[in-house]
C-alpha cells in the first residue's frame, strides 16, 4: 500500500508574492517549493501525476522506504569511518580574557605549558591508535597562545613536531597575541584560525574584555588584518545573543570596510549564546536557538549587508539556494568520539570540546599510560538517531541528526536523550531568506556532500 513517506518535511513559508509550501524529504534527497493548489491536492491525496511522486520520494512503499533507509545509514556511516578526524589539544585552561560567558569559568588552570614528555606521548598515540586515519590537529584553550617562555617554547615544540607529520594545524585563539604568533605558527601548514569578534569594539570589550579589565577588540582586529595579509585563513566567530544581536550589522560594516569579506580566506560562524554548565553571567541575555534565528532574520532584512559577513544556514535551506540540491540524510550530528577527539595537559582524552576538562567526563588517558574506558566511548560512539529513541519516529531527524550529546547530557542527564531543533520552524524563516519569490520549478536532487554538523 502506496502511502506518504513519514520522512516528507511540508510547511508554509512567506515570499515577497505571499505564501508558498516547501516540500523537503531528506531522505529521499528532493526538495520542491509548491502553491497553495499543489499543497492541497498533496494532503488530499489527490495525486496528478503519482509516478513523479513516487519517483522523489515522496509517496512510496513503506517497506521500500525501509530498505532505502538501511540503505542510507550503512552509507552515512561508512562514509563517517572514512571521514577526516579533529583532534583537539589543550595545552592549559589558563586565559587573559574574562568572558562574560565563559564556559571553563570554574576550571582550575595550572600555569604554563605541558612538558615536552606529554607533548611527545600525544602525538605517540596519534601515530599509534590513529594511524592511517585523514586527521588534523587544532590547538585549543583556555588561550593556548599566552605569552611566556615555556608556552612559546610549547607551541613551537607542537608546532614543529605536526609539520614533522605533515598534519595540519588549526588553531582556536581569543586573537590577542594572534599577530605575534603568526611567524612561529606558519612553520606548519595551517589550516583555519579561529577568532572571536563578539560586535564592535565598545559592545565586543564589554563581553571579551581582559582579566581586571582592559580593552582587547584593536588587537585582534590587528592580528585578523596580519594573518589574511599573508594568506593565512580566518574563521571569524561571532557568539550572539540579545545583547549584540542588534550590532551585528555593526561588525559587518567594519569586517567589509577592512577588506575581509572579499579575501577568499576568510569566513565566519555564529555561535549561538546557551546555559552550557557555568558559562553564563547573564542568563536573561539568552535566547532560544529558534529566537535568535527569527531575530537574525528581521536583522538581515533591515540590514542586508549582514548577507555579505555572514550567510547562515537555516538547516539545509543555503546549502539548498546554493547547490540546488540536498546533503544526504544525517544520521547523527555529534562528532564526539567518532570525527572528534579532545586531549589536554593533564593527560586525558575527551569526547568534544564541550566536554574537555570537565571532571568525570573523560574517556580515558594518553599519559602517563594509555587506558582507554572503553564502555564510555561506545556509548558515544553508538549514539546516533537509531539508539535515541525520541529519534525515531521524528520526521525531521534526518536534518537534526539528534543534535549535540553534551547539551543532551547538561540539560537531561544522559547522552542518550536528544538535544531537539527547530528544524521545521528555521527552515521556514531560510526559505523565506533564500528564495523569496517561492519559486515553484525548484527541485533537487541527493549529494554526496558531507554537511554534517559540529556541535555547541
Sequence with gaps: MLALSRYNIISRFETGKGSSYFLVNPLSGHADILN???????????????????????????????????????????????????????????????????????YQPEPGWPTREKIDAFFSYLDRELAGKKKYVTLFGGEPLLPSKSA??????????????????????????????????MKAKIREIQVTLDGPAEIH????????????????????????????????????????????????DIAIARGWTRSAKFKTQIGRNYELYTCQQAPGKLQTRLELYQELYQEILKHPQIMEFHRPAFHVAKFLFDHQELPGPVFDSCPGCKTEWAFDYSGKIYPCTAMVGKQGEDVGTYYPKVELKNDAISS???????????????????????????????????????????????????????????????????????????CC
Excluded at 509516478?51 to 525501509?66: F, N, S, T
Excluded at 615544540?157 to 590577542?176: P, Q
Design 205 to 252: 570589550d564589554r563581553r571579551r574584555a581582559l582579566k581586571g579589565g582592559g580593552p582587547t577588540f584593536d588587537r585582534i582586529v590587528e592580528g585578523v588584518d596580519a594573518a589574511l595579509e599573508l594568506g593565512v585563513p580566518i574563521n571569524l566567530r561571532v557568539v550572539v545573543d540579545r545583547e549584540n544581536l542588534p550590532h551585528l550589522h555593526r561588525l559587518a
Design 380 to 454: 558515544w560512539q553508538d549514539r546516533d538517531v537509531l539508539s535515541i529513541s525520541a529519534c525515531k519516529s521524528c520526521p525531521v531527524a534526518l536534518i537534526c541528526g539528534g543534535g549535540c550529546a553534551a547539551i543532551a547530557k547538561s540539560k537531561q542527564g544522559t547522552i542518550g536523550s536528544p538535544d531537539c531543533r527547530p528544524v521545521r520552524e528555521l527552515l521556514e524563516i531560510g526559505m523565506s531568506l533564500y528564495f523569496p519569490e517561492g519559486t515553484p520549478e525548484t527541485e533537487t536532487e541527493k549529494t554526496n556532500d558531507d554537511t554534517r554538523n559540529q
Design 36 to 106: 497553495e493548489e499543489e499543497h492541497q491536492k498533496l494532503l488530499n491525496g489527490n495525486f496528478p501525476d503519482q509516478q513523479l511522486l513516487l519517483e522523489k520520494g515522496y509517496l512510496v512503499e513503506p517497506a521500500q522506504e525501509q530498505a532505502r533507509f538501511r540503505e542510507a545509514y550503512l552509507r552515512f556511516t561508512e562514509d563517517r569511518d572514512k571521514d577526516e578526524l579533529q583532534i583537539f589539544f589543550v595545552p592549559t585552561y589558563a586565559c587573559n580574557f574574562g568572558c562574560t560567558y565563559c564556559y571553563q569559568s570554574e
Design 152 to 185: 612559546e617554547a610549547g607551541v613551537e615544540y607542537f608546532v614543529e613536531e605536526a609539520a614533522k607529520r605533515g598534519l595540519e594545524l588549526a588553531v582556536v585563539t581569543n586573537g590577542f597575541y594572534l599577530k605575534e604568533r603568526l611567524g612561529l605558527l
